[in-house]
């Protein structure tokens, strides 16, 4: 599940409707909202994302929060490393192979490093 699928099941939930009923209301088939929801669809467009805003109520910070979600959502991350050097596809590379087998608290360590990194630049 991605953070953007997550947030989706949490305001159907509060709004008690099923993925079915909120498909019709938003002119999307229960399929391609159930995939969003599981993470094997790709980063919505922004029509969809106005659609699923519109159709909770969300006030503007809520939907901001929403949107910005939906665009760090993406299954399927594309790391570019050409023109860098080795040691950077390199490890890339083993993010990706290892990425499955990574602990929610080291990702939490890991986010953290970032963090504290692009503090300092």
Excluded at 78 to 98: E, K, M, Q, W
């Amino acid at each position: 599940m991605t953070p953007f699928g997550e947030a989706m099941r949490k305001l159907r939930e509060r709004k008690g409707v099923s993925q079915k009923e909120m498909a019709a209301a938003i002119g999307v088939s229960p399929a391609y909202l159930s995939a969003l929801e599981h993470g094997r669809r790709g980063t919505p467009s922004f029509d969809f994302l106005q659609r699923v805003a519109g159709y909770f109520n969300i006030i503007w910070d809520e939907a901001e929060e929403l949107f910005l979600l939906a665009g760090t959502s993406d299954p399927r991350v594309v790391l570019d490393t050409s023109g860098l050097p080795a040691p950077y596809t390199a490890f890339a590379n083993h993010l990706a192979r290892r990425i499955r087998s990574l602990s929610p608290d080291m990702i939490r360590v890991l986010e953290q490093t970032l963090d504290e990194f692009e503090k300092t630049t």
